[in-house]
């Protein structure tokens, strides 16, 4: 069978504060257009163009421009930061684009140009927080990217600790890249928390675990101060080293044995997959607004990864513990519709707002 050739972007950055996140990414995207290629099931192929933002905000959109409007791409994979991905949507709406994200996220967005192929926060944060609470205590410290992902998981964990009858002892945040973490640690260790919500992201995160880890030796405590974390895989434990053992993390795929690329490599795979899945047999159907694609699959009768009202996977919940390297599974949970902006919480137990007048 002669494939169909489509060219499609890719836009990750090969360097820069969250580099370890986006080559796993990258290597991901990179599989799944091999394996799309080589399938003779499929009458589509891929060809990558290929953009490097370096981990500069600032260059995002018009990369992202430049691939639509200049070398004919429609479908983009790509952005590791919430930041980045806010900063690319104005120019795929402009250009009639769709950008192909696997990286998990905090919600509270479902834009019509975007595929949000990894969790949501009632697919890896809520669990989490469910699971650990039983097991290590309701006193909980937060400490995040100064970013979005950091603000909002933060303001989630607070909702639903405090609506389990925790308490949140510090909510804390370091620009993104800065290892500056002397107060934070001090105020934490003054402060013994049951647990730790870790929403640092690259060079941040690996220099907490590290001081923390120090901090356990010299308490002689291997089980203190137990860390959680939602966006915390596979590709990241080169950098992070032994430093990361003993932390608990929820994603929708841990790999089976060590050395693996872990949950944003296999979501970026599988994007893949199910963008070629919708192409397959469709001749010109790339050129169709995203949701016109889905659309347009699901009255064929083919399954879907994406919900056709929000474009968000349905994704099990695993929550697996890292030991000597490798990620071991704790508990896994059925697949669970993404619920984005959690419209299905309850809010009959959180505590009335104290409000006054000043004046």
Known sequence: MM???????????????????????????LRGVAEVNADPALDVGFSVVERDPEGRLDRYAPLCRDMLQNAGVRHIFGCITSSSRKEVI???????????YSTPYEGFEANEHVAYMHSCPNQH???????????????????????????????????????????????????IGDTGLAQILTEI??????????????????????????????????????????????????????????????????????????SIAEMSRLAV??????????????????????ALVAKQGRALRLDSENQHASQPVVIAQLRAGKFEEILRLPALAADPYWTRRDRSSLPLPNLRVVS
């Open 125 to 175: 944060l809520l669990p989490l927080v469910e699971f650990a609470m039983p097991r290590f205590g309701n006193r909980v410290c937060l400490v995040g990217s100064n970013y979005i992902w950091g603000w909002e998981i933060a303001q989630i964990a607070r909702e639903k600790i405090s609506a389990m009858g925790g308490q949140v002892l510090s909510d804390r945040y370091l620009p």
């Open 273 to 294: 997959h199910e963008l070629a899945g919708y192409l397959n047999a469709n001749p010109g159907a790339e050129m169709l607004p995203l949701t016109d694609l889905i």
């Open 90 to 100: 104005p120019e795929l709406e402009r250009f009639h684009g769709a950008l192909w």
């Open 3 to 29: 494939k169909r050739n489509i060219e499609i972007g890719l836009l990750h950055s090969l360097s820069g504060d969250y580099v370890a996140l986006a080559m796993v990414a990258r290597a991901g995207i």
């Open 189 to 262: 260790q003054s402060l013994q928390p049951d647990f730790i919500i870790n929403s640092l992201i690259g060079e941040s995160s690996y220099s907490f675990l590290a001081q923390l880890a120090k901090m356990r030796a010299e308490a002689s405590d291997a089980e203190m101060l137990p860390v959680l974390s939602c966006n915390f895989t596979e590709g990241e434990i080169p950098a992070a080293r032994a430093a990361a053992d003993g932390m608990y993390a929820a994603g929708p795929f841990f790999e089976a044995s060590s050395g693996g690329h872990g």
